[in-house]
């Protein structure tokens, strides 16, 4: 009975030690080996790479112990240098370990080609917005006389008309030509001699044309702010949106 008990009482001792030990080993695992070998609680902040150009990523981001990798999709913008970079991730400010990769996607070198949307009889700001939707440009907005206000009556680049279809390069400058709503119809010009310029001004107005240059001549037989000139000349037929210039009376009043 003494002999079993005392093998007990050793078996006790050694189980006691093995688990005593495991339990140091873990320790020196989790708290000294692990920490060390994934760098625990050192990290780096993520630059910012936007806009850097491919040539200048190497130094910049080996200063910072970090590595980095380009992405088979690039992008494009216009006004982005060719090969700078436009996405970065993980994003800038972000904290990482040492020797993480950073996934870079640079902008294209050559815009790519894109069908050039059809904007014909479209209104101007809805125009607008498919243009951008496409990666175009707007560029100069030209109005001509048609009774369709704000409706595109012909979409262009460089200056020649573009058709539906055509392979442009992205971001190009499309310029258009809009409707002024006024139309093609022809009508009398009023007579003005003798108005004074606010109501002349009411009257071409009113009629459909508009007020164009204003000069002012000497006279001693026309009272000071009387319209004695007109050009086109009362009576002539004029298209809808034609200029009216006029020439005012300088003279003190007539008593």
Do not use: C
Not at 184 to 205: C, H, N, R, S, Y
Request: proline share 5%.
């Amino acid at each position: 009975m003494s002999t079993l008990k005392a093998a007990l009482k050793k078996l006790g001792l050694h189980t006691l030690l093995i688990f005593g030990a495991l339990f140091i080993l873990l320790i020196i695992f989790f708290r000294v080996y692990l920490p060390s070998y994934t760098n625990h609680g050192e990290t780096v902040t993520v630059p910012d790479l936007q806009g850097y150009a491919y040539e200048e990523l190497q130094n910049l981001i080996s200063s910072k112990d970090l590595r980095y990798e380009i992405t088979p999709d690039s992008g494009f913008m216009a006004e982005a240098k060719p090969l700078a970079v436009l996405k970065q991730y993980p994003r800038a400010g972000s904290k990482v370990k040492k020797d993480r990769k950073i996934y870079i996607t640079l902008n294209a070198k050559n815009a790519p080609l894109i069908k050039m949307p059809n904007l014909v009889n479209t209104p101007l700001k809805n125009a607008q917005e498919i243009l951008a939707n496409h990666g175009l440009v707007r560029g100069e907005i030209v109005y001509v006389p048609d009774i369709a206000l704000n409706s595109v009556l012909e979409q262009k680049y460089r200056g020649r008309p573009i058709k539906e279809g055509f392979e442009i390069s992205k971001g190009s400058q499309i310029d258009l030509v809009v409707g002024d709503g006024l139309g093609k119809q022809t009508l009398q010009v009023p007579d003005l001699l003798g108005m004074d310029e606010t109501d002349a001004e009411f009257l071409i107005i009113g009629s459909g044309l508009r007020m164009g240059r204003i000069a002012f001549v000497e006279t001693d037989t026309v009272p000071k702010g009387t319209i004695v000139q007109q050009s086109p000349p009362a009576g002539i037929n004029a298209k809808t949106g034609e200029i009216i210039d006029l020439w005012i009376s300088e003279m003190e009043e007539y008593n």
